[in-house]
């Protein structure tokens, strides 16, 4: 049974900063795409950011560009999300997710998701 546990939302100015983690237990993220998807209030969920089954390759949506990183660290089976120059419009409950497969993008497996709440 996978199971994705995010942790570090919490309630930031604009401008500022948090760290997402969301720690995998299950099977090793090794060789799955991790991705970060996002949703606000009445909104539907939006992809935010992935990072590639090796790690090196990653791939932004245009409004967190330049600002967000994501990352992972196969060792802890943790994916990060680093998010800077944080906006009010990033507000919104921040959730990992991973394919039932190896090497694809087909997102089977979502963690509960972790509050990001900005002030202006």
């Known amino acids: 049974q996978v199971q994705l546990v995010e942790s570090g939302g919490g309630l930031v100015q604009a401008g500022g900063s948090l760290r997402l983690s969301c720690a995998a237990s299950g099977r090793t993220i090794s060789t799955y795409t991790m991705g970060w998807f996002r949703q606000a209030p009445g909104k539907e969920r939006e992809f935010v950011a992935r990072t590639g089954w090796s790690g090196g390759s990653t791939f932004y949506s245009d409004s967190v560009k330049g600002r967000f990183t994501v990352s992972r660290d196969n060792a802890r089976n943790t994916v990060y999300l680093q998010m800077n120059s944080l906006k009010p419009e990033d507000a919104a409950v921040y959730y990992c997710?991973?394919?039932?497969?190896?090497?694809?993008?087909?997102?089977?497996?979502w963690g509960q998701g972790t509050q990001v709440t900005v002030s202006s």
């Open positions: 997710a991973t394919p039932l497969e190896p090497y694809t993008y087909a997102y089977h497996y």
